[in-house]
């Protein structure tokens, strides 16, 4: 299973269009994660024409999104338990409240956005993954955004950087 991932994209505030790079990976991926920050819908109806948009809203996002997405989400696919969660908060670090939100149950990878900062290690057994954003790079030198397969032989999982 390929599964694209992205987080805090602020869209339309932070651009109008997705970035070709971006798009060029959406043609062969069975599903898209987003993380949070949409600010839009309209990111939505464009990623739903691509393959099923699974996702929760973050701490920018309003109403519209709120009802569409959960604060937290759990998935299932290939045998591998994904939880995703936007990570805002207070106190505490962006990555710490991600793993709270999922302390009473383990998942195989734990997929966060917030600080905008691609992140792809371990915590016990846990894979953290964000994948940053393809939009609002902040201070760092790329944009990014993420790439998940899931196969019997276990977890691949990648950042995209680009200018």
């Not at 696919?77 to 805002?88: A, D, K, L, R």
């Amino acid at each position: 299973m390929e599964i694209i991932v992205l987080s805090d994209t602020h869209m339309p505030k932070k651009a109008k269009q997705l970035p070709e790079r971006f798009l060029k990976e959406l043609k062969n991926v069975d599903a898209i994660i987003h993380a949070g920050d949409w600010q839009t819908l309209e990111l939505y109806e464009t990623l739903k024409g691509y393959a099923p948009v699974y996702g929760v809203y973050g701490n920018v996002d309003g109403e519209e999104v709120q009802n569409k997405f959960p604060a937290k989400q759990l998935l299932e696919w290939e045998g591998y338990q994904i939880g995703i969660v936007h990570g805002h908060g207070e106190k505490k670090t962006t990555e710490k409240r991600a793993l709270e939100s999922f302390e009473n149950g383990a998942v195989d990878v734990l997929i966060y956005g917030h600080s905008h900062i691609p992140i792809l290690r371990y915590f016990k057994r846990t894979l953290l993954f964000n994948p940053g954003s393809l939009i609002d790079k902040r201070r760092l030198p790329m944009y990014s955004f993420g790439k998940l397969s899931l196969t019997k032989a276990g977890i691949h999982a990648e950042h995209i950087f680009f200018p």
